[in-house]
């Protein structure tokens, strides 16, 4: 099984701000890894596909980059709205998902 | 309306068994492989099992290999989830998802599954 470890745990920024999450597999998974998002109460969202292709209706502030066992997903202005928990995932190898990392306000 | 609705959730006891179900709508549900993913309280998320667009294919995690059955009627619209021998650890929010572009590009809005006595 392909694990997935993202960093940090809980990202603590203020709106504006820039946020930066890592993603790191335990073996490469091409670029075969996306992103979600997930608020309270709600099922989680794709973002990012492939690495670095922005799902449809996702804001251009929304960046992945990465391949092989290394991912980002930069947020490079966060919004009221962008304070959630994302996860990464690969498709590699069936399917995982990282722990999560929480982007709360500070 | 482009949309995945999941319902069968409840409390169940350990070792008891519950179908889940998830009605698609607004898509052709035929042409998509299908996936139950679960969210234990608190918790990240775990991928569950998923079903070829023909229902002629399944696969699941080691979790639950052997304890719960994916099928779907495509003449329904309909993605189901035996759940047989469950355990505490069966605990979670249940989503059933598509992957049409082979990653959860649509998820339903879950349902609550407890295992307790």
């Known amino acids: 099984e392909i694990v997935l470890t993202q960093s940090p745990a809980t990202l603590s920024l203020s709106p504006g701000e820039r946020a930066t999450l890592s993603c790191r597999a335990s073996?490469?998974?091409?670029?075969?890894l996306a992103w979600y998002q997930q608020k309270p109460g709600q099922a989680p969202r794709l973002l990012i596909y492939?690495?670095?292709k922005r799902a449809t209706g996702i804001p251009a502030r929304f960046s992945g980059s990465g391949s092989g066992t290394d991912f980002t997903l930069t947020i490079s202005s966060l919004e009221p709205e962008d304070f959630a928990v994302y996860y990464c995932?690969?498709?590699?190898?069936?399917?995982?998902f990282g722990q999560g990392t929480k982007v709360e306000i500070k | 309306e482009v949309q995945l609705v999941e319902s069968g959730g409840g409390l169940v006891q350990p070792g008891g068994s519950l179908r889940l179900s998830c009605v698609a709508a607004?898509?052709?549900?035929?042409?998509?492989?299908m996936h139950w993913v679960r969210q234990a309280p608190g918790k990240g998320l775990e991928w569950v099992s998923r079903?070829?667009?023909?229902?002629?294919?399944?696969t699941y995690a080691d979790s639950v290999k052997g304890r719960f059955t994916i099928s779907r009627d495509n003449a329904k619209n309909t993605l189901d989830l035996q759940m047989n021998s469950v355990r505490a650890e069966d605990t979670a929010v249940y989503y059933c998802?598509?992957?049409?572009?082979?990653?959860?590009?649509?998820w339903g809005r879950g349902t609550l599954v407890t295992v307790s006595s």
């Open positions: 998802a598509t992957s049409g572009n082979s990653y959860f590009d649509l």
């Open positions: 607004g898509f052709t549900f035929s042409s998509y492989w």
């Open positions: 079903v070829n667009s023909d229902g002629s294919r399944t």
């Open positions: 073996q490469s998974v091409s670029s075969f």
């Open positions: 492939d690495a670095s």
């Open positions: 995932q690969q498709r590699s190898s069936w399917w995982t």
